[in-house]
T-cell receptor, first 109, second 114 residues
């Protein structure tokens, strides 16, 4: 399975943008890049996904490198409710999500 | 409201006593899967199902069984639970095969086997 590498933890100040990096150098041409987050005591929650082009939705933006070997999740204005573990995942054509250990994001008031 | 419902949310049982964790989704999704989450190991896939009567092993299937008799339900069965199956379990569902769909997760079942 293709793997992703993320920093174990990051901190950000409230109401500032947050850039969460992810490396996926072994990505295949058909893998989609997904981001999920897990709030305390909850199941993972979908954030955003993309294939080649940058993507925006109401929660976040996803910037994908031209060679697709890395991506960055951007939270434009972090709030305390964004404190969670963020997972960068490659989803294959069979639908499988292979989770890594994620990045624990702490928001400082 | 689109949701994946797991029951029970919490369960304490004894070694060897068969148990079933239920999972139900109301989105008519074909693909369903079970994960376990352990400290330091993240979420690992146990079993998955691509449609009714089609199931296959994930990365850590030992000690577990599943069935998919109806599209909406995907129960996880532990025939003889052991303490190493103490974990947090999540069920997930998504539309048909492919990476271009989002997955929906249940709230989790915290299982303790003593």
């Amino acid at each position: 399975d293709a793997k992703t590498t993320q920093p174990n933890s990051m901190e950000s100040n409230e109401e500032e943008p947050v850039h969460l990096p992810c490396n996926h150098s072994t990505i295949s041409g058909t893998d989609y890049i997904h981001w999920y987050r897990q709030l305390p005591s909850q199941g993972p929650e979908y954030v955003i996904h993309g294939l080649t082009s940058n993507v925006n939705n109401r929660m976040a933006s996803l910037a994908i490198a031209e060679d697709r070997k890395s991506s960055t999740l951007i939270l434009h204005r972090a709030t305390l409710r964004d404190a969670a573990v963020y997972y960068c995942i490659l989803r294959d054509v069979w639908g499988k999500l292979t989770f890594g250990t994620g990045t624990r994001l702490t928001i400082i008031p | 409201e689109a949701q994946v419902t797991q029951n029970p949310r919490y369960l304490i049982t004894v070694t060897g006593k068969k148990l079933t964790v239920t999972c139900s989704q109301n989105m008519n999704h074909e693909y369903m899967s079970w994960y376990r989450q352990d400290p330091g190991l993240g979420l690992r896939q146990i079993y998955y199902s691509m449609n009714v009567e089609v199931t296959d092993k994930g990365d850590v299937p030992e000690g577990y069984k599943v069935s998919r008799k109806e599209k909406r339900n995907f129960p996880l069965i532990l025939e003889s639970p052991s303490p190493n199956q103490t974990s947090l379990y999540f069920c997930a569902s998504s539309p048909p095969l492919g990476g271009n769909t989002e997955a929906f997760f249940g709230q989790g079942t915290r299982l303790t086997v003593v």
